[in-house]
């Protein structure tokens, strides 16, 4: 049995939403909680004492998806009003719009680049969008149904979708193409995502099951039937070794994927819970449901784990612009005592009729004894300026031919990386031929045996 020490622990919870919570994201440093929810708003939560909460206004129905990119600079959402916007995450709140789709939009995913951004729609497609020049680039029709999700790949060569359709598509972003199909007679997945390895892929399914594929080899790993509801949600840990899944049953489930079994139940919210993420250090995660509510959880079962991790990565070097996937950023706790200040801001270029700018709600913690020292609007509105500018600190302090010569061995090393995942992939395929082949063989021989 796990002590107490090492289970999952509810920290606080946030107020302020006044409809179901979609969808939630953190910021790729952890100080920050994106929120979306069926009132039509956006919040962005502030994990520093007495720090104001901001809620962004521009959606004209629900907000269905809400997701920081790479470097946390931008924050995009896609919305039942057919359109998907790109938030500067400040107190301001600007936003730009795309009207994306010809139904409403369910989902939104930045590549682990920062460079692209798939979104997906009730119109059957699949879009990717060029988040530099901020134009579309492709879309990805095959569905024959909604589709509820599209995620990339942790390295942008593959893109997944479910569909209502009951099926979930693997599709290879070169060459626009579908390369694989899982199909479902039960139910339809209502979410999917890849591993933080990106060698398999999780799906939620509405008919109670959880699903996890290995797509080098095409097959189902683990089927979960845990909940008594539809899965709505699921989340990675970084280390790819636990799952957490929210339901309509009212619970939150978190998997051992190692082990192949239930490791906890957990109980905080009131009515179907219909998202759930992991912070990327996954030292966090947090949930949101039918009731409103936004909670954030420690997960303390893997402290391990991440501490190995954090040791890891932190001697890591990046040069290039995105940060890597299980990229820790340590922080220290900080006890506090406060209410979270809520501003609303508006896009003022679309939004005819806005809610009072001084409206304020109050943030209500269970147990607000975690946060981070460092987290001041000064600083964060500096630290998102800066990156508006160059893509990351580390850039600036390299010389440019360095730079190139770095980029064009990354080029090369991602492309014998892509070979040797082709070679591995075909080599499993040729032995699972070779042994179709035995068998039939062996059959064959005993046949002529039992004749003669």
């Known amino acids: 049995m796990a002590s107490a020490l090492e ?22 440093n952890g100080k ?10 956006l919040m962005l939560w502030n994990c520093k ?10 959606h004209k129905d629900v ?8 470097l946390g600079n931008l924050l995009a959402s896609a ?5 998907v916007r790109l938030w500067i995450p400040d107190k ?51 569905h024959t149904h909604w589709v509820r999700c599209a995620k990339f790949s942790p390295d942008g060569r593959l893109i997944v979708s479910c569909s209502e359709d009951k099926t979930i598509k693997i599709w290879d972003t070169t060459n626009k193409q579908c390369v694989n199909n899982f199909s479902d007679s039960a139910g339809f997945a209502n979410f999917v995502d890849f591993n933080p390895n990106g060698t398999c892929i999780a799906s939620a399914g509405s008919d109670h099951t959880v699903k996890v594929w290995d797509i080098r080899v095409n097959k189902l790993l683990q089927h979960y039937q845990v909940h008594s509801g539809g899965v709505n949600c699921v989340s990675f840990h970084p280390s790819s070794n636990y799952l957490i899944t929210a339901s309509s049953d009212g619970t939150l489930k978190i998997l051992d994927l190692l082990e192949g079994r239930l490791i906890y139940t957990l109980q905080g919210h009131t009515g179907p819970v219909f998202t759930v993420s992991f912070s990327k250090g996954g030292e966090l995660f947090s949930s949101g449901g039918a009731d409103a509510q936004v909670l954030l959880w420690r997960t303390n079962f893997d402290d391990l ?66 946060l981070t020292s460092e987290c001041s609007p000064t600083s964060l509105k500096k630290k998102t300026e800066d990156m508006s500018d160059l893509p990351s600190e580390s850039q600036r302090s390299i010389p440019l031919a360095v730079m190139d010569a770095l980029e064009h061995i990354m080029e090369q090393l991602n492309v014998l990386t892509q ?18 082949c035995l068998e039939n063989q062996q059959r064959l021989f005993n046949v002529i045996q039992q004749k003669s």
């Open 7 to 28: 289970d999952p622990a509810l920290e606080r919870y946030f107020k302020g939403h006044k409809a179901a919570i979609t969808s939630v994201d953190f910021s790729p």
């Open 32 to 41: 920050q909680l994106a929120t979306a929810s069926w009132d039509t708003f």
């Open 49 to 58: 004492p007495q720090a104001r909460a901001f809620r962004y206004v521009g």
């Open 63 to 70: 907000v269905t998806s809400v997701q920081f990119s790479p």
């Open 79 to 83: 919305s039942r009003d057919r359109t």
């Open 92 to 142: 301001r709140g600007k936003s730009s719009e795309f009207k994306a789709h010809t139904a409403p939009v369910r989902s939104v995913d930045f590549s682990a680049n920062g460079q692209f951004l798939a979104t997906a729609s009730e119109d059957k497609s699949i879009k990717v969008w060029n988040m530099y020049r901020q134009r579309f680039l492709y879309s990805l029709y095959r």
């Open 305 to 370: 784990n991440c501490k190995d991790m954090m040791k890891r990565n932190l001697k890591r070097l990046h040069f290039d612009a995105s940060p890597h996937l299980v990229d820790i950023y340590p922080r220290t706790p900080h006890p506090h005592e406060g209410k979270i200040e809520t501003v609303e801001t508006t896009d003022t270029t679309t939004v005819r009729t806005l809610a009072d700018k001084s409206e304020e709600i109050s943030g209500y913690f269970l147990n607000p004894s975690l």
């Open 419 to 436: 070979t040797v995942s082709i070679l591995e992939q075909r080599l499993t395929l040729t032995e699972d031929k070779l042994k179709d």
